[in-house]
């Protein structure tokens, strides 16, 4: 199964609470503005610094507590409530995959524990969420139990793709939730033609279709397509894993 059963569901829920289906290639704006508690805010050149003055001329003041740098993305969440911030400088299959990702971590990484934590305890646990009290003794065991981050939850996504290799399961779900909203594994591979000969063969091809069908970035196409292919099993031969490693 490419998606884990959270991130299929976060998937469903999201087209539900949408009421549509957008169209390919999706931009997700719209559908973001429908079905999530969710601003998108374009920034050109994103540092951030930009991002800590655009919430300090609003009234929210964040800082990040590290020296200002460039950033594609990031997600800013309190209160229920979200700011994706992308680099309108970007490429549109670059912002559009940006603001897919943060999406992803929106949903899965914030706003279903949120609304699971309110369901097991109550709306008083939005306090504690949002750091304005300190858990009690089984709220704080829940949230450890859950890895929840309690107060203001930010997410960035870096220019260069590094990061701590400690986070890259929480990135990696939030890369499938990602492509699975702006390119659905089932459509994508209903649509592909995947019976070339060899493995590089079919890896092209629906890297060619990922990226004009769908419009996702050639920075997250081939490994998609070669996720995809051996997910139904038209991944590399015995011979051709050998020649590629």
Known sequence: MWLDNASREAVSQFWQRCGESEPFPRSLERSVALALPVAIIKLPRLML?????????????????????????????????????????????????????????FIVDYWLLR????????????????????????????????????????????RDGGGDAGVWEVEDRADRVALALLAPPEEVLSSADTSAATFAERQAALTLALCERFGLPASAAPAYAASLLESVDRGPSWAESLRLG
Request: aromatic content about 10%; glycine content about 12%; overall charge neutral.
């Open 49 to 105: 610094g930009d991002i800590e003055n655009w919430l300090a001329r609003r009234a929210r003041p964040f800082s990040f507590n590290c020296r200002s740098r460039a950033v594609r993305g990031c997600l800013v969440a309190f209160g229920g409530q979200g700011f994706i911030f992308v680099d309108g400088a970007d490429p549109d299959d670059e912002r559009r995959f940006t603001v897919a990702h943060e999406a992803g971590h």
């Open 115 to 158: 609304e699971a934590a309110i369901e097991k305890f109550g709306g008083c646990i939005t306090e504690v969420f949002d750091g304005l009290r300190r858990p009690g003794v089984t709220e704080r065991v829940h949230a450890v139990l859950a890895d929840t981050r309690l107060g203001v939850y930010t997410k960035l996504m870096e």
